[in-house]
Structure formats: structure tokens, C-alpha cells
């Protein structure tokens, strides 16, 4: 049962121009959404994170939309650089649990 | 500030033998995770500690997996006995406290291959 999903294993953009990296959720239960990005045997490291009760958060070139009617979350970046190049997990979490159930990932490719 | 810190990052062991990870999390940090991360799929919590205290292991595999977390500062994870399916990417995690806002800070992983 994959309650956060990330459909798009893969994504490739030219350098400068926007990345959009999605997610799907199932529980209705989650209300606290995470971004982390993980470079080849490094850890995955946090990137950015939204409350259920904001339906967009901003942090320089980061940003994440959450629209809880359709469970969607996506990450964009503008612009997009070539040190973006990693794998991107997607995360949610419920206050009852506080446990981290993360998607499959999506890796990201920035070309110069 | 150094990260979390984890060993060995690399073992290759044959099925059946024991295996070992320690991890030391971030100086401070009271919330120590491991989680497991197969090919292609995103991490999986395996248990959690709140300081010395095991709070969450409902996902550990009892009957072959142990955890422990010795006064509250560095754990290690044993397996005995590995199996093939244990193939995987051991993550140790850390974060000041338990809360879903409290950022849990990674380590680099320990890659198992069992042959």
C-alpha cells in the first residue's frame, strides 16, 4: 500500500528552465509535506516543507504548491541549474504519528 | 557541526552471517531513526528512539533484526541471520525532538549486499 507516490521516475530539463517534480498522496490524514534530495551515496538531505494549512511555500529558487483536494503536492525550481541534478523524495507525515512515509523518488537530470 | 555519522559504509557478507551498523547522530539530537531503502524505493522507517527508549519499531523484522541505543547517544543495528532480501541502504537519521516539524538530519547510509 504506497500512500505517497511519485509517478515519473525520471525528469531531464535544460539548464535555466523550470522543474516540476510531483506527488501523490492517499491518507487524508497527512498534513505536513516534505521535499528532501539525495546525491549519490550521500544521505537525502531536507529541502523544503509545507503545513496542510498553506497551500504554497517559497524558499529562493524552491517552491512547493500543496492542493489538498486533488492529494497533489509538486516541487518547483526556477531556474533550474546543473548541481540540481539528484533524486528527489517527496515526504508526508500525520501529528498522531509523526512518521515520515516517503515515494519512490524521481530522479532529476539538469543539462547544461 | 559534524553530521550524522555512519559505519561500515559499505559490506558485503554471505546469507546467514551477522551483520552490524553503528551510527552516532548529530551532538544534541534525542531522536535517533534507521530506516531501510531498497533499489529504487524511497526510505522505510524501521524503528525509532527517543533517547535510550525504543518508541516505534513496528516495522523492525523481530525474529532477525535488533536494535539498541546505549545511553541515549550512538545505536547499532544487528542482523543474525542475513538473508538475500536484506540487500539494501541502512539509513540513520537524527532530529533535536520528536514532532513532524523537527527535520530529521540523514547520514550517508550503510550499502548491505548479502550473497
Known amino acids: 500500500d504506497q500512500q505517497v507516490k511519485q509517478n515519473s521516475p525520471s525528469l531531464s530539463v535544460q539548464e535555466g528552465r523550470i522543474s516540476i517534480l510531483n506527488c501523490d498522496y492517499t491518507n487524508s490524514m497527512f498534513d505536513y509535506f516534505l521535499w528532501y534530495k539525495k546525491y549519490p551515496a550521500e544521505g537525502p538531505t531536507f529541502l523544503i516543507s509545507?503545513?496542510?494549512?498553506?497551500d504554497k511555500n517559497e524558499d529562493g529558487r524552491f517552491t512547493v504548491f500543496l492542493n489538498k483536494s486533488a492529494k497533489h503536492l509538486s516541487l518547483h525550481i526556477v531556474p533550474s541549474q546543473p548541481g540540481d541534478s539528484a533524486v528527489y523524495f517527496c515526504?508526508?507525515?500525520?501529528?498522531?504519528?509523526?512518521?515520515?512515509?516517503f515515494g519512490q523518488g524521481t530522479t532529476l537530470q539538469v543539462k547544461p | 557541526e559534524a553530521g550524522v555519522v555512519q559505519s561500515p559504509r559499505y559490506k558485503i557478507i554471505e546469507k546467514k552471517q551477522p551483520v552490524a551498523f553503528w551510527c552516532n547522530p548529530i551532538?544534541?539530537?534525542?531522536?535517533l531513526y534507521w530506516y531501510r531503502q531498497n533499489l529504487g524505493q524511497g526510505p522505510e522507517l524501521l524503528i525509532r528512539?527517543?533517547?535510550?527508549?525504543?518508541?516505534?519499531d513496528s516495522q523492525l523484522p523481530k525474529d532477525r533484526f535488533s536494535a539498541e541505543r546505549l545511553k541515549g547517544v550512538d545505536s547499532t543495528l544487528k542482523i543474525q541471520p542475513a538473508e538475500l532480501g536484506d540487500s539494501a541502504v541502512y539509513l540513520c537519521a537524527s532530529s533535536l525532538s520528536w514532532g513532524i516539524t523537527d527535520t530529521q538530519y540523514f547520514g550517508p547510509g550503510t550499502r548491505l549486499t548479502v550473497l
Open positions: 551532538s544534541g539530537h534525542n531522536t
Open positions: 515526504a508526508a507525515s500525520d501529528s498522531n504519528t509523526g512518521k515520515l512515509i
Open positions: 528512539y527517543e533517547n535510550e527508549e525504543a518508541v516505534d
Open positions: 509545507i503545513s496542510s494549512i498553506k
